[in-house]
Nanobody, 121 residues
Framework: VQLQASGGGLVQAGGSLRLSCSAS????????MGWFRQAPGKEREFVAA????????IYSDSVKGRFTISKDNAENTVYLQMNSLKPEDTAVYFC???????????????WGQGTQVTVSS
């Protein structure tokens, strides 16, 4: 499986962006797709994840209620709808695949390249 993230850009605080992560190769029902982000000078942190076979989702507290993760199984694509963006959401966003629903970075064994999200104040 290879992952390709896209959709980043520059947006004003309070605005919205939708990130996409397209997967090439077979995605199995047991797989989980997640989003992480890394701000300058900080460690990479978990954002959200979704089971491929179900609608089960988990979110970090910092984005809960503002971000929504979703998927299109037919298109092999996972989305991250980001609303009410804040300057502290500025980061490089990565999509990744794991074998279980988890926020643990070490459990994700396939990573896409990042897409930059910049939120201006």
């Amino acid at each position: 499986v290879q992952l390709q993230a896209s959709g980043g850009g520059l947006v004003q605080a309070g605005g919205s962006l939708r990130l996409s992560c397209s997967a090439s190769g077979r995605i199995y029902s047991s797989h989980v797709m997640g989003w992480f982000r890394q701000a300058p000078g900080k460690e990479r942190e978990f954002v959200a994840a979704i089971r491929w076979s179900r609608q089960s989702t988990i979110y970090s507290d910092s984005v809960k209620g503002r971000f929504t993760i979703s998927k299109d199984n037919a298109e092999n694509t996972v989305y991250l709808q980001m609303n009410s963006l804040k300057p502290e959401d500025t980061a490089v966003y990565f999509c990744a695949k794991a074998n279980g629903l988890t926020s643990g970075e070490r459990e994700y064994n396939v990573w896409g390249q990042g897409t930059q999200v910049t939120v201006s104040s």
